[in-house]
């Protein structure tokens, strides 16, 4: 259930980072809610999920480099933002950064 939480979390994040592109320095309103909404729903489930037992490391990098890698990706798919060799290669080395952390929590 914690990693359920979790996911909503980062989609929630997704959702309002997202959103703050479109809002326009807050001048769109309704763009401006989604952020509002989207980040308050992401920290409440992240709150959630870390009182059901998540490491608060392990969830944070997840948490964080997932959102990182999700936006970056959306930019270049979607907002015409370019892709480089150095962009790709900071995208995987915080995918294998949050492998890494994950296994070193599940380490006996």
Partial sequence: MAWLL?????IAEI???T????????????WALLVVAGYATAFALLGQALKRQLEIGTAYAVWSGAGTAAI??????????????VK????AL???GVV??????SAP
């Fill in 6 to 10: 979790l996911a909503g979390a980062i």
């Fill in 15 to 17: 959702t309002a980072t």
């Fill in 19 to 30: 959103a703050l592109k479109f809002s326009d320095g807050f001048t769109h309103k309704g």
């Fill in 72 to 85: 970056a990706v959306i930019g270049m798919l979607f907002l015409g933002e370019s892709l480089t060799l």
């Fill in 88 to 91: 790709a290669g900071g995208i």
């Fill in 94 to 96: 915080i995918i294998g």
């Fill in 100 to 105: 890494l952390i994950n296994l070193a929590g």
